[in-house]
T-cell receptor, first 116, second 109 residues
Framework: DAGVIQSPRHEVTEMGQEVTLRCKPI?????LFWYRQTMMRGLELLIY????????DSGMPEDRFSAKMPNASFSTLKIQPSEPRDSAVYFC??????????????FGEGSRLTVL | GIQVEQSPPDLILQEGANSTLRCNFS?????LQWFHQNPWGQLINLFY???GTKQNGRLSATTVATERYSLLYISSSQTTDSGVYFC???????????FGPGTRLSVLP
């Protein structure tokens, strides 16, 4: 398997622009997580999905952030409008169902976002 | 909510030395995992260890779930072990994984 795939790897945009980050989980994994990593706050869980349904979005910082998972193989995290304080590395991770794997949480390589 | 703490926050070792990293977690934590974030930012899963002991080469981990802690042992450290080590735990449903603040390890040649 190719692992968790994220795109883009790097994004530089200007304040006010819309940003869309994409994630393809490992095939057969039914839980998907979006994290944000900054020096100040570490790794923060933004939202997670189980069987394509958002279970907990309490970590989403504000209404400018939204996430979708239209099917088992694709998820997006959208920021609209973006602000400089959104600059961070955004990680996607996936997790297998009970009995469906080793129980390990696997991460993509991250999308580094810079908002000018 | 879930609480995950790690110690020490920073660790500097000479190549060849051994080390122990600690993770304390709250009652509601399950599915404990250890990760290594390398200097390029990649997060690599080292162990899924809800309880018991596992070993993988020079690394081993032990989780004592009844006492709410886990330990990561690194033996004969190498410069490539440098980076940040995180532990993370899920909630009662095994999800909602929360990460600790990490231990930054520097192994000097």
């Amino acid at each position: 398997d190719a692992g968790v795939i994220q795109s883009p790897r790097h994004e530089v945009t200007e304040m006010g622009q819309e940003v869309t980050l994409r994630c393809k989980p490992i095939s057969g994994h039914n839980s998907l997580f979006w994290y944000r990593q900054t020096m100040m706050r570490g790794l923060e869980l933004l939202i997670y999905f189980n069987n394509n349904v958002p279970i907990d979005d309490s970590g989403m910082p504000e209404d400018r952030f939204s996430a979708k998972m239209p099917n088992a193989s694709f998820s997006t995290l959208k920021i609209q409008p973006s602000e400089p304080r959104d600059s961070a590395v955004y990680f996607c991770a996936s997790w297998p169902p009970p009995g469906g794997g080793t129980g390990e949480l696997f991460f993509g390589e991250g999308s580094r976002l810079t908002v000018l | 909510g879930i609480q995950v703490e790690q110690s020490p926050p920073d660790l500097i070792l000479q190549e060849g030395a051994n080390s122990t990293l600690r993770c304390n977690f709250s009652d509601s934590v399950n599915n404990l995992q250890w990760f290594h974030q390398n200097p390029w930012g990649q997060l690599i899963n080292l162990f899924y260890i809800p309880s018991g002991t596992k070993q993988n080469g020079r690394l081993s981990a032990t989780t004592v779930a009844t006492e709410r802690y886990s330990l990561l042992y690194i033996s004969s450290s190498q410069t490539t072990d440098s980076g940040v080590y995180f532990c993370a735990g899920g909630d009662n449903y095994g999800q909602n994984f929360v990460f600790g603040p990490g231990t930054r390890l520097s192994v000097l040649p």
